[in-house]
């Protein structure tokens, strides 16, 4: 059933960096903006690398595989050979709780 859920405490997050998180079967990343916290899954939808172990610079999250590159805000690809839109999630705060709409 869709709705928000509890993923990581927000002091846990790792700041101005992206956070790795395992939910359920899933795994997420969590990224830390001066414009707020995002979400997206972590596998990079190009060739499946990690992207918690990519290079992130303020909206911007770099693979480690290939250097593709999405703005995490809406998950648009900027940086071939990444081309198709990342998967993100709705994000917000919630008791001291980072959350996901999903
Ligand atoms: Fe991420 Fe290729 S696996 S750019």
């Given at each position: ?5 509890d993923?990581?405490p927000v ?83 919630e008791n001291g709780m980072v959350q996901?709409?999903?």
């Amino acid at each position: 059933e869709k709705g928000w859920k509890d993923i990581l405490p927000v002091k846990e997050l790792e700041a101005q960096w992206v956070t790795r998180v395992q939910f359920g079967a899933r795994k997420l990343a969590l990224y830390d903006t001066p414009s707020g916290i995002y979400a997206s899954l972590a596998l990079c939808n190009h060739g499946g690398a990690d992207l918690c172990d990519g290079y992130f610079d303020g909206h911007v999250i770099e693979c480690p595989l290939h250097q593709g590159a999405f703005d995490v805000r809406d998950g648009k690809p900027v940086c071939a050979p990444a081309t198709r839109m990342m998967k993100t999630f709705e994000t917000r705060v919630e008791n001291g709780m980072v959350q996901i709409m999903m």
